[in-house]
T-cell receptor
Framework: KQEVTQIPAALSVPEGENLVLNCSFT??????LQWFRQDPGKGLTSLLL?????REQTSGRLNASLDKSSGRSTLYIAASQPGDSATYLC?????????FGPGTRLSVLP | DTEVTQTPKHLVMGMTNKKSLKCEQH?????MYWYKQKAKKPPELMFV???????INESVPSRFSPECPNSSLLNLHLHALQPEDSALYLC???????????FGPGTRLLVL
């Protein structure tokens, strides 16, 4: 079964800290992995997409890595800001299925 | 135009009603998706259209009927829904399948 998990479920940090969010998936036969953020009651915003052949992607203060063989991805957020507060979801594209993890709820305190 | 729009934003319907959700994009994307999201849960894939053809149907009950009349428009027709179908319905599009998905703001559906 294709399952995606994320830890931690929730995280609260002071402004300025660097932080790491983790995503694990059971089936390594992936096309790509995407990271999204979702603000309460809103749609999803794409942050980064890593193809199965890539090891990492960077966008501004965000860096995502992918280790397909171990079924893991991490999202690194540098110098966190209150505006980063949201739920962060990873999603794995298996071609005929697109599976989201349960998300990490992040609060960055001013 | 770099956004996905969804109408209506909110919808309340009875179990005997027929209604439709609409999703539109003008980014030239050829893959379009419907997701269902219950409160405090991640989105669950319902349907995928690729080049206006239904590519993926995730064992969704027949009371949900998707339609892709052209490359810019995706509809979800609703009939005889149950209260447990109340959720946020999200539409997304991508240039093609396996590319970055761009999501609309969703339609919040309440079935009474």
């Amino acid at each position: 079964k294709q399952e995606v998990t994320q830890i931690p479920a929730a995280l609260s940090v002071p402004e300025g800290e660097n932080l790491v969010l983790n995503c694990s998936f059971t089936d390594s036969a992936i096309y790509n992995l995407q990271w999204f953020r979702q603000d309460p009651g809103k749609g999803l915003t794409s942050l980064l997409l890593i193809q199965s052949s890539q090891r990492e992607q960077t966008s501004g203060r965000l860096n995502a890595s992918l280790d397909k063989s171990s079924g893991r991805s991490t999202l690194y957020i540098a110098a966190s800001q209150p505006g980063d507060s949201a739920t962060y979801l990873c999603a794995v594209d298996y071609g005929q299925n697109f599976v989201f993890g349960p998300g990490t709820r992040l609060s960055v305190l001013p | 135009d770099t956004e996905v729009t969804q109408t209506p934003k909110h919808l309340v319907m009875g179990m005997t009603n027929k209604k439709s959700l609409k999703c539109e994009q003008h980014m030239g994307h050829r893959a379009m998706y419907w997701y269902k999201q219950k409160a405090k849960k991640p989105p669950e894939l319902m349907f995928v259209y690729s080049y206006e053809k239904l590519s993926i149907n995730e064992s969704v009950p027949s009371r949900f009927s998707p339609e892709c009349p052209n490359s810019s428009l995706l509809n979800l027709h609703l009939h005889a829904l149950q209260p447990e179908d109340s959720a946020l319905y999200l539409c997304a599009s991508a240039y093609v399948m396996q590319e970055t998905q761009y999501f609309g703001p969703g339609t919040r559906l309440l079935v009474l």
